[in-house]
């Protein structure tokens, strides 16, 4: 997964579900509106986790170059970040 921001503030996201032995099952991609890029990586987590449950999948595995996603996932930060991060995560059950 990854979500991006380009200097003027439009974002998009894409990213990918792959089955264990990493073959392609399916994809996703769009415009995200405004926003910036730690926005944009949580909001595709949260498609590609969301994407992934309604799929039927029970264990996720999420690849990310956002550091800041990652600590906030591994960490348990308690940033603003960090709980916006948790009502989403809340919203896919």
């Known amino acids: ?9 439009r974002a998009g996201a894409g990213g990918l579900i792959r089955i264990g032995d990493g073959n392609w ?16 990586e949580l909001m595709t987590l949260f498609f590609g986790v969301k994407l992934a449950n309604n799929m039927g999948c029970n ?7 956002s550091k800041t ?7 348990r930060l308690t940033s603003t970040i960090a709980m916006l991060l948790s009502l ?5 059950y």
Do not use: E, H, W
């Not at 264990?59 to 170059?65: G, H, I, L, M, N």
């Open 25 to 40: 099952v399916t994809g996703f991609s769009g415009f995200m509106g405004i926003a910036n890029n730690t926005y944009a």
């Open 88 to 92: 989403l995560v809340f919203r896919i």
């Open 1 to 9: 997964m990854d979500g991006s921001c380009l200097c003027d503030g």
């Open 59 to 65: 264990q996720v595995c999420c690849y990310s170059d």
């Open 69 to 75: 996603i990652i600590d906030i996932v591994t960490k």
